[in-house]
């Protein structure tokens, strides 16, 4: 636990900051709410009325304060990168929510000023903070050292697809050959990857949280690993079948994680789960620890350019 509570202020109090972020405040000891910036007076007032923290029309007058050390920017992807390199450059730690680069000129700016500072730059891919995803990576790293071969990655979700760009390069590193389709907002991408690994990434512009919306799969020919809404992660290994006398309903042959046996309690909570209070949590431990953030400028820049291949890929098929 941190002793001296990391000071952040906002700048942004939109649906998305009020739903997830600042909730997930509550459950990260190690930082405490100092102030919001938001873009008119009006709407700064109405902040100040529900958190009851300094509140600033304007983003200038919140980096201006001396009391915030770190900012949280949680706007409209177009300006992120803008608001970004300002805060760096009044000396502030930045946690950026995505998409937080959305061009070249974008990370080429950030990096221009991260080079002239020591403050902490952190892209908020959620999902790399998510314990599930976190447990799956470890497995599957385990995996690989037992034995060569490629691996199949099947991964389905919303239209906010870019958080899945970033999880197949944070599963399987680099890619070399992207192909898409898309209809709408909805986007079916195969993934070649540079250590022979193959991947698909399917989109839909439907949603229904009443149904499995999240799903991420790991296949070989030794196995499977399935993850689904962030609370369900099960392991299957080897061909044998089990006999239907014999096998258990919950384990059915497999290894099954979730999240109520394997997050400690207090953080048994969506926000948790789903990793927004986690990387604050880090945001957090590399401002007074001094580690480097799980999420950087450069995977931040990675993930782009792979939506900016999967665009390009889809447009020359229109």
């Given at each position: 636990m941190i002793e001296d509570p990391v000071r952040i202020g906002f700048i942004g109090a939109g649906q998305h900051a009020r739903s997830m972020l600042y909730p997930s405040l509550h459950f990260v000891p190690g930082v405490r709410l100092t102030a919001i910036a938001t873009r008119t007076v009006e709407s700064a007032a109405r902040a100040e009325m529900d958190f009851h923290v300094r509140c600033y029309a304007g983003y200038e007058r919140l980096l201006a304060d001396d009391e915030v050390e770190a900012v949280i920017v949680s706007v409209p992807g177009g300006i992120s990168a803008e608001l970004s390199?300002?805060?760096?450059?009044?000396?502030?730690?930045?946690?950026?929510?995505?998409?937080?680069?959305?061009?070249?000129?974008?990370?080429?700016?950030?990096?221009?000023?991260?080079?002239?500072?020591?403050?902490?730059?952190?892209?908020?891919f959620c999902l790399r903070y998510a314990p599930i995803y976190r447990k799956l990576r470890a497995l599957l790293d385990a995996w690989r050292k037992e034995g060569e071969g490629a691996f199949c990655l099947d991964i389905r979700y919303y239209e906010w697809i870019h958080h899945f760009y970033n999880m197949a390069l944070y599963l399987a590193g680099e890619v070399k050959g992207v192909h898409a389709w898309g209809q709408g907002k909805s986007r079916r991408v195969v993934l070649e990857f540079e250590n022979g690994d193959l991947g698909t990434i399917r989109s839909t512009a439907f949603q229904n949280h009443a149904i499995p919306y999240e799903e991420v799969e790991v296949t070989r020919p030794d196995g499977m690993l399935r993850?689904?809404?962030?609370?369900?992660?099960?392991?299957?290994?080897?061909?044998?079948?089990?006999?239907?006398?014999?096998?258990?309903?919950?384990?059915?042959?497999?290894?099954?994680?979730?999240?109520?046996?394997?997050?400690?309690?207090?953080?048994?909570?969506?926000l948790y789960a789903s990793g927004y209070a986690a990387e604050i949590e880090d945001f957090a431990e590399c401002i007074r620890g001094g580690k480097m953030p799980l999420s950087s400028l450069e995977d931040a820049a990675r993930t782009d350019a792979l939506r900016r291949a999967v665009e390009a890929s889809v447009r020359g098929r229109g």
């Open positions: 390199a300002a805060a760096l450059s009044a000396r502030k730690h930045v946690l950026c929510e995505t998409p937080a680069i959305t061009s070249p000129e974008d990370a080429e700016r950030i990096r221009r000023v991260l080079s002239r500072t020591d403050r902490v730059y952190q892209v908020a993850a689904t809404d962030r609370s369900d992660l099960r392991h299957y290994r080897g061909p044998e079948a089990v006999p239907s006398r014999e096998m258990e309903f919950d384990t059915a042959g497999g290894t099954i994680w979730r999240n109520s046996a394997s997050v400690a309690y207090n953080r048994l909570n969506t």
